[in-house]
């Protein structure tokens, strides 16, 4: 199978939003009135964001579902995206589960493929997503207040706890294990969460690398801190990172180290963490109920910078919670 027979068999498709796609030099949108454009690349490089072995399927949503995320995290709706792929080899067994994977998550989106580029190498997944946000309505990292509350979407640390297990650094039962990979494999990008939340959130980012991490991207850019309730709020946002023995008996609780690991940096999450002011707590809940995604309320932005945890006695809690980091030593 040659390139343009592997492009035409797997990844071309009449488009119904992009005034052209798949099969000229450039594809065409027509951005509607009053709209701007969200635009987003993310990056998947086999052994480095995912095992090579693992199912086509299950990484066809990934690579999309990483790159909806960044879309949620500005309250975009999503429009198209490109795909740019190389591959060591063109394998039918391979393609078809991968594009079945990267379909089924771009039309349950309505987001459409509307060109990329094939080339032959290591294993690596490129894609670019389009999406529109009315114009002054993004969700922005720079928004947050002093006095705002913070919260997370869903659940975290399940997807790190999977990883910790597939690389052999802990033992999970077999349920637990079965769980968690799911999220780690197939996460849920929160795009309707995001649009819900547009003029209701004051800032907004999705978590990628780590709770912690991705907060500290807000605080940085909005000049402000945070403290965070860990023993009752990240009690309730921590899935699997605790889970109860078959004798009933906490096997891992919220209060190991590496749970709160898990929970704070755990990484590969794709939730949204975001702020929003005491008087729009109805609006965060109505926000969250239209879009069936839960959401806890873990703290409240500062004006002194820094990010503080604390326990059920307003004690501070310490830790070295560093988030994940390419290039960090
Ligand atoms: P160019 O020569 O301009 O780089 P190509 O010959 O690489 O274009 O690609 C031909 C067409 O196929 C282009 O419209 C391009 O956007 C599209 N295309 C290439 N690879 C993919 C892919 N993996 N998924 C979707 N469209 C693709
Ligand atoms: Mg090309």
Known sequence: MGEFELIQRYFTRPVRKAVLGVGDDCALLQPRAGMHMAISTDMLVAGRHFFADVDPHALGHKALAVNLSDLAACGARPLAFTLALSLPQAIDAWLAPFAQGLWALADAHGCELIGGDTTQGPLNICITVFGEVPAGQALLRSGAQPGDDLYVSGTLGDARLALEALQGHLQLPEA????????????????????????????????????????????????????????????????????????????????????????????????????????????????????????????????????????????????????????AR
């Open 176 to 327: 637990v294990l079965a769980s968690a990979r799911q999220r780690l494999e197939r996460p849920t990008p929160r795009v309707a969460l995001g649009q819900a939340l547009q003029g209701v959130a004051s800032a907004c980012a999705d978590i990628s690398d780590g709770l912690l991490g991705d907060l500290g991207h807000i605080l940085q850019r909005s000049g402000v801190g945070a403290t965070i309730d860990t023993e009752n709020a990240i009690t309730l946002i921590a899935a699997c990172a605790c889970w109860t023995g078959a004798n009933g008996s906490f096997e891992h609780t919220i209060g190991s180290p590496r749970a709160l690991q898990c929970v704070l940096a755990g990484g590969d999450d794709y939730e949204l963490v975001f702020t929003a002011p005491p008087a729009r707590r109805a609006a965060v809940q109505a926000a969250a109920r239209a879009s069936a995604t839960p959401v806890t309320r873990i703290g409240q932005i500062d004006a002194t910078p820094g990010l503080r945890l604390r326990d059920a006695q307003g004690r501070p809690v310490d830790g070295n919670f560093a988030s994940f980091d390419h290039f």
